[in-house]
């Protein structure tokens, strides 16, 4: 059986080489070339011999896991990217899923969970974590833009400037600056929109807000 083709981009060489063996391990996988960065990722790519899965570190020099998963979305869609990190910041998570990435998973996660992570992108399009909501993540770049939101359900107009709000690294205390409420009365947005909507966390909001639309993603600044 044809083995399904890995490409990993990560600036720390022992973490790297370990990546690779890790993958060489699985019985269905192979490392096609590792990369010390976004850039060298690029470079390395042949399209007429694409990996199936790009494992991303978010930060590297010269082109980090942000500016390459959107590079990568934007030039070859077909390639599914998994987020590579030591950060469980929600804006770090929001911002790599905006940029195409189809799931996430941390650097002290157990090699079964890196294994179980390839076989969801591979077979499903997409990783399941406790973090980020799966179903969400697949429908991001699946959304019905004739959908209108209000029509799903009746958001008030300071619901929607939350979760305009929510789709950035704001702080809670920051958003209530800017909103002009106090730091309860924002938390107090998000719960009921958590509510209403059936989501669990502030990354759920946000992938709704950019699932249908409320946010632009070519404007917003995260």
Partial sequence: MEKYKVALADDHVLIRKGLVSLIHSFDDYTVLF?????QELIDQLDPACQPDVVLLDINMPKK???ETALWLKMHFPDIKVLALSMYDTEGAIIRMLKNGARGFIFKDAEPQELKQALDSLIHKGYHYSELVTGHLIHNINQSDANTPVNSLLQLTERELDFLKYACTELSYKEISEKMF???RTVE?????LCEKLKLRTRIGLAIYALKYGIVDLSNIDI
């Fill in 181 to 183: 409420v106090s730091p």
């Fill in 188 to 192: 107090g947005y998000r719960d009921a």
């Fill in 64 to 66: 980090d896991g942000y």
């Fill in 34 to 38: 590792q990369s010390r960065n976004g």
